[in-house]
């Protein structure tokens, strides 16, 4: 039977990540995948979103300049041409991932693995061994058990991204990210979209001053938001709720997601609620067998995925390094303005002190005609560490990258009011907001 130092199950940002990690430390790497490699961030999730978002932007842009006199009489959106440019894009992302795999000599397997607690891994009519395993095999999508819904017919991001049409009505069923996301990509190309999110509000997870921005936005981009209600029942293409019927042409379900436990449950694994229970070093109730990504605890996220995989890799070689801070991990929301945040907001902390400086005296957020937003600090009030940062601007997902930079090289927020940033930028508010903490703001 074929030995590995490490067997790695699924081959989303989680695994393959951690599979090509092993392999550059000098590990023999096995690398499962019953579908394709990429996971859902490549196939279903961070990449087609993107793309459709980019192009929602793109049309957004047109329009604002039409505004400023740069005239365009039609824009005519042809999707299936958009659909293609995502087609070739995910394609091309998961030939690279797939060359790096056979670059680094890790030894691929295509199927549905099992794992058993000698750390035997069957992958169809092969079984192998290794010494440790990580399993990465991530999520699927959420589809609450809602009454008369079996008669009803419907998307999950798992099956959306194939459309062909660009659909003229969609209603969504959600509120958060990904939800809100999907509502901003489909309505600046003309689709008619409503928002059914039975909270009392959307982007929950998100810094609440940001929102009222993103509610605003999604008003003047024609997106019908209903919150605050309850479900009663699906009957057909009518949505029974507390506050009246709806009734879709499509409709799409953005209601979180699920782990894929499959591995976890036969091999009798400890559980935390409905996640896979680990420890700081991600290692499961079973000596040897780690879980990383969507199947832990921990904000669900690629980059979150990535982390985790190279850093159980680090630990299993003994390499001494600091654990996985969910604090420096960022969060981003990629709706026009952007939202990114990481560590703690303002409502979380006690004795801490934060500055918010809306980016509208920007001089570059005033040319680029973006001006919603603000760049936000929370720091403590002695040392001034950064204990977190929301910054909701266009760019902002590239913007906040500064501020992580200067926390994680143990900077101060007197390094970020010291810093030189080139002028002008969106970023340069960065600077003011920090110097706002000692009262110094120029733009103040
Ligand atoms: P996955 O990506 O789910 O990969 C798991 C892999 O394991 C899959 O390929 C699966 O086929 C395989 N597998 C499962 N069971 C087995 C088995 N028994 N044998 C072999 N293979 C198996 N995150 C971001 O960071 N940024 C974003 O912008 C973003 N946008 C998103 C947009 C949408 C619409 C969605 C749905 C998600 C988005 N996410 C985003 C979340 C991100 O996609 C996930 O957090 C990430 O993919 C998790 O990575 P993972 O490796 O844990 O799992």
Redesign the pocket.
């Known amino acids: 039977m074929e030995q590995f130092d490490i067997a790695i199950?699924?081959?989303?940002?989680?695994?393959?990540?951690s599979a090509i990690h092993a392999a550059k430390s000098g590990m023999k790497v096995a690398l499962?995948?019953?579908?394709?490699?990429?996971?859902?961030?490549?196939?279903?999730?961070?990449i087609?979103?993107?793309i459709l978002l980019e192009h929602s932007k793109l049309v957004q842009e047109i329009q604002r300049g039409n505004d400023w006199g740069i005239e365009t009489p039609v824009v005519n959106v042809n999707f299936p041409r958009l659909m293609q440019r995502k087609n070739t894009i995910v394609q091309e992302l998961l030939e690279n991932i797939e060359q790096y795999i056979a670059s680094n000599h890790i030894t691929f397997y295509r199927?549905?693995?099992?794992v058993a607690a000698d750390l035997t891994v069957t992958?169809g009519q092969e079984t192998f061994v290794a010494k440790d395993i990580i399993l990465?095999?991530?999520?699927?999508?959420f589809v609450p058990p809602f009454k008369g819904l079996e008669n009803s017919s419907y998307y999950t991001?798992?099956t959306?991204?194939d459309m062909e049409e660009l659909p003229q009505q969609l209603t969504i069923i959600g509120g958060g990210?990904?939800a809100v996301?999907?509502a901003f990509s489909l309505a600046p190309l003309g689709t008619k979209v409503t928002m059914l999110n039975h909270s009392e509000d959307i982007l929950q997870t998100e810094e609440p001053d940001a929102r009222p921005i993103i509610r605003k936005k999604m008003k003047n981009i024609g997106i019908e938001l209903v919150t605050n209600f309850q479900f009663e029942q699906f009957n057909g293409n009518e949505i029974h709720t507390s506050k009246g019927i709806y009734t879709y042409e499509n409709l799409l379900f953005?209601t979180g997601?699920r782990p894929?436990t499959?591995?976890a449950q036969q091999l009798e694994l400890d559980f935390d609620g409905r996640l896979i229970a680990v420890n700081k070093h991600y290692e499961t109730s079973l000596p040897h067998i780690y879980a990383?990504?969507?199947?832990v605890g921990g904000?669900?996220?690629?980059?979150?995925?990535?982390a985790e995989?190279i850093y159980v890799v680090d630990y299993i070689l003994g390499a001494k390094r600091a654990l996985v801070d969910q604090a420096l991990i960022p969060?981003?929301v990629?709706t026009h303005p952007e939202i990114a945040t990481f560590g703690l907001l303002e409502d979380q902390v006690h004795q801490a002190y934060t500055i918010k400086m809306p980016i509208n005296t920007n001089p570059k957020a005033l040319m680029e005609g973006n001006v919603e937003g603000f760049v936000k600090l929370v720091v403590t009030k002695e040392e001034g560490y950064i204990l977190g940062a929301c910054v909701v601007a266009d760019g902002a997902t590239e913007i906040l990258n500064a501020i992580l930079a200067t926390k994680n090289a143990s900077g101060t927020v007197n390094e970020l009011a010291n810093m030189i940033f080139p002028h002008p930028t969106v970023s340069e508010h960065i600077g003011d907001a920090a110097k706002a903490v000692f009262g110094k703001a120029i733009q103040q």
């Open positions: 199950i699924g081959a989303g940002p989680g695994g393959y990540v499962v995948e019953r579908d394709k490699v990429g996971g859902a961030c490549y196939n279903v999730g961070c087609p979103s993107k199927g549905e693995a099992s992958v990465a095999t991530g999520s699927k999508p991001t798992d959306f991204f990210v990904i996301e999907m953005a997601r894929n499959e591995i990383i990504g969507d199947l904000y669900q996220l690629a980059h979150a995925a990535s995989g969060r981003c990629y």
